[in-house]
């Protein structure tokens, strides 16, 4: 089966993942259009937004004359879902004894992925995707059910218990369908297709993420989070699998043919191929405006961020803000300047003075429920660690502002000490849910977070009435500032710390000096840690997804010598213990050797996609490649060996061979080579995390930047024809790629500038010159170090970049380190201090 290529072009929103205080989205069953001449028509002249509104418009009919599911209110879905909730709570604990033993086990017992061995032992005969489960699909000539979510997704959980662990509810799937479970995350691919589907026709998605298919694995209907019986006018997920097995006898054919055309017509739709080789003359800057100016206007100048509730923390945001501070400054505009600026740091001010930010134990929850970043969605995702830490270090590489470090350092530490594995390996993700006791029978949303006031009290002492107000905390609960807070009182008299005053304001409050204060804030902090870890802990999937440590790899190369910005005698409180930035730069090359031990094909020169107990089934996809380059080329330029550096081009040549299309540009998500994957998409929207592409682009620059002749020339002709794909996309919803914008901008760069760092490694010079070479913010700087004894380095240089050799050995001094900023092919004379190298480079 071919597999279709397609472009995400389109103005898709952004997935939402539903919690437990967000509405799921869809709880109504759908079925895809019948073909229409009309339609196809439309499509081929249309843009691709007109074209979903008129697909889902024109499946409403289809949709009415097989059932009928009317709207409701928000307030009777906000009664269901607490229904929902207490429901999975009695349930979670009438199920437990069927759980521990083991009545029933599927063949998911037999897979890596955590999500997966959750539903090992549902009574449902659940398959992994794969062969087995479409043939027999094939062989009982079956619709598939597939169903895809991931460990720490709550509604996941609260529809395996609802529905998973019925014996009734599995009696109906494996009568009529065959029952395929999918993690997202293992399988990035596979969710693409069919989220792009939902997506397209109903205009928005989450997961879990529920669809039905033919046995050639085409898209028949689809939805999300189904309650299991029927109320409120709405179809319960057993009178939804009576239907669709209704359809599937009555109006087979009907439904595969639509099923067929939809992903036709999508393929048609959304496919995108570059008109030219590059994109046109002052797009990159008018784009790189608009993104700013459309920001501008969603900016919530009360609370930080960008929109309103649900505030989810999108880090390419903060980036294309302090990009376009950075240009305006360089360009000599300094009064418009300071409002990007202003809006980027403030945003991660209350960012982290919020409830999203784990105060006692480091780190940011997945995203804000209400507009004031207090009550999280709780679990904890590894990619927002590592875009986040990278956010806050380059905010203090501006301001020199501790509060920015300290955060930064925040993140960092919550990663060294809860997320990795003792070969270096950096684990996925921490649940929001957990028991609030041990021994409890069920779980809740932020057991392991929240706390009452007495909790407080009794563990801090004689500093809880200060502490209590600085992080407003109070004996009904403080889940009070927004009506989204806690709209069902489900933490009554519970608090999820916030700061809301300023520390310099609640020290003179209580006549303290302030670093007195803060020191007495942080031995609170670590008290309440303490308890907090005789807490039952949430889940920890611990799969190794390549692309996610690129990200973290990325935020400690880069903290290992930015933090060195910090003043002599700078303090540190917990949960931040004061690392020596060195040890940052240590747990980068852990990481990136793991991936090179375990998820690496040294004779392939391909990667694995994840690891749990030996590496996954999945191919690596974009992310994985262009996430890691991006790692291992931070890992390089912030004083790592010349090894990551070549493994880096190593890998991109491996990516170009994979996912480039070579006559249409741009990279697709997937190698193309499993025919079960049906398209294959050039991602381009920036949201939680980065595009493939931009970051590939700017990849791409980067390596331009370093390597000279024909190679450089090919890397910056590869970038400009990926942006040519993403022209429209760039003119007409700038706001939907922020780091495409500023790639497009660093690629029109006529010169970046270089700072060649010469001198013996290792070294202490030499790496307070590298310290120096990245004091202050610049995306448009390229830093290399070379040591002229070394002779495998220098045979690298010679073969990469004759002239970046040629200046290492004319400039080697024995006893000391020089540095060489050039731009415009023109070299500043050597500098052998640190701070004159700084202060030149500040400039």
């Avoid at 009529?176 to 479970?181: A, G, H, R, Y």
């Avoid at 690891?611 to 291992?632: E, H, M």
Wanted: hydrophobic share 35%.
């Amino acid at each position: 089966m071919a597999a279709t290529s397609l472009s995400t072009a389109a103005a898709f929103p952004i997935p939402i993942k539903p919690s437990l205080h967000q509405s799921p989205f869809f709880l109504r069953a759908f079925i895809s259009l019948p073909p229409n001449p009309m339609l196809r028509t439309f499509l081929s002249s249309s843009s691709s937004s007109s074209a979903r509104r008129f697909l889902s418009h024109n499946t409403s009919a289809v949709i009415n004359r097989l059932y009928l599911f009317p709207r409701i209110s928000s307030v009777t879905l906000h009664h269901q879902r607490t229904i929902n909730s207490q429901r999975v709570l009695a349930m979670a604990e009438q199920s437990s004894k069927t759980i521990h033993n083991h009545k029933h086990t599927n063949r998911l017992a037999a897979e890596h992925s955590p999500y997966l061995l959750q539903h090992a032992h549902n009574p449902v005969d659940w398959y992994p995707w794969g062969e087995e489960a479409f043939a027999e699909a094939r062989s009982r000539d079956a619709p598939i059910f597939l169903s895809i979510g991931y460990s720490t997704c709550h509604w996941c959980h609260v529809m395996e218990v609802e529905s998973f662990e019925d014996e009734g509810v599995a009696k109906l799937l494996n009568d009529w369908f065959v029952s395929i479970k999918v993690d997202r995350e293992e399988r990035p691919d596979v969710d693409k297709v069919y989220m792009t589907y939902v997506q397209a026709l109903y205009g928005g998605g989450g997961w879990p993420l529920s669809v039905f298919l033919s046995p050639d694995l085409k898209p028949l209907m689809g939805g999300t989070y189904f309650p299991p019986e029927d109320k409120y006018g709405r179809p319960g997920f057993k009178t939804i699998l009576r239907k669709v097995k209704e359809a599937w006898d009555k109006k087979r054919d009907m439904l595969i043919t639509s099923g067929a055309f939809a992903m036709e017509q999508l393929a048609e739709a959304l496919s995108s191929t570059a008109s030219s080789d590059k994109l046109p003359d002052g797009l990159p800057q008018t784009a790189l405006q608009h993104c700013a100016e459309q920001l501008t206007e969603s900016y919530d100048s009360k609370y930080g961020g960008f929109g309103s509730a649900p505030k989810f923390p999108r880090p390419v945001e903060i980036q294309l803000m302090l990009y376009h501070w950075k240009k305006l400054k360089d360009t000599g505009k300094p009064s418009e300047a300071k409002y990007p600026l202003e809006m980027a740091v403030f945003t991660l001010q209350c960012m982290a003075k919020g409830g999203v930010h784990d105060h006692i134990g480091g780190g940011f929850h997945r995203y804000s429920v209400d507009e004031c970043w207090h009550v999280p969605h709780f679990e904890k995702m590894l990619y927002d660690q590592g875009q986040l830490a990278t956010a806050f270090l380059d905010a203090f590489s501006i301001t020199k502002d501790l509060f920015y470090s300290s955060v930064s350092r925040d993140i960092l530490e919550y990663i060294r000490r809860d997320m990795t594995g003792p070969d270096g390996e950096i684990f996925s993700a921490e649940d929001a849910d957990s028991a609030e006791s041990e021994g409890a029978t069920h779980k809740k949303e932020g057991a392991f977070y929240v706390w009452t006031s007495s909790e407080v009290d009794d563990t801090v002492g004689e500093h809880g009435t200060i502490f209590k107000d600085h992080y407003y905390i109070k004996p009904s609960g403080n889940c009070d500032l927004s009506t989204m807070s806690d709209p069902h009182n489900e933490f009554k008299d519970k608090n999820v710390l916030i700061e809301r005053n300023s520390t310099a304001a609640m020290a003179s409050k209580y006549g303290m000096p302030v670093e007195k204060y803060l020191d007495m804030l942080g031995t609170c902090r670590k008290k309440l840690f303490d308890v907090r870890a005789k807490r039952p802990r949430p889940h920890l999937d611990d799969k190794v997804i390549v692309s996610w440590n690129g990200l973290v790899i990325s935020s400690f190369a880069r903290a290992s010598k930015i933090l060195k910005a910090e003043h002599d005698g700078a303090r540190f409180y917990f949960p931040v213990v004061g690392t020596d930035p060195k040890q940052y730069l240590e747990v980068a090359e852990k990481a990136a050797s793991f991936i090179r031990k375990n998820l690496y094909n040294p004779n392939k020169h391909r990667l694995h996609h994840s690891f749990r107990n030996g590496p996954s089934k999945a191919p690596g996809f974009l992310d994985d490649y262009a996430f890691l380059i991006s790692g291992l080329l931070d890992l390089y330029e912030f004083g790592g060996s010349i090894f990551w550096l070549a493994w880096a081009m190593e890998l991109q040549d491996t990516q170009h061979e994979l996912f480039l299309d070579k006559n249409g540009g741009g990279y697709f998500n997937t190698p193309g080579e499993d025919p079960s994957i049906l398209l294959r998409v050039k991602e381009d929207h920036d949201g939680a995390e980065p595009s493939g592409n931009s970051v590939s682009v700017i990849n791409l620059v980067r390596l331009a930047s370093i390597v000279a002749g024909s190679k450089s020339e090919n890397y910056k002709r590869t970038a400009e024809h990926v942006l040519a794909v993403f022209e429209k996309r760039l003119k007409d919803a700038a706001i939907a790629v922020p780091l495409m914008c500023c790639a497009a901008d660093m690629l029109s760069v006529p010169s970046r500038k270089h700072v060649v760092v010469i001198g013996k490694k290792p070294s202490t010079k030499l790496d307070n010159m590298l310290a120096a070479a990245h004091a202050s913010y610049d995306p448009n700087r390229t830093v290399v170090h070379i040591d002229p004894t070394d002779e495998e380095e220098m045979e690298f240089w010679e073969q990469t970049n004759g002239n970046t050799a040629l200046m290492a050995k004319n400039n080697f001094d024995a006893n000391k380190v020089v540095a060489l900023v050039c731009q415009n092919f023109t070299c500043k004379p050597p500098l052998d201090d640190p701070k004159s190298l700084e202060g030149l480079l500040s400039q």
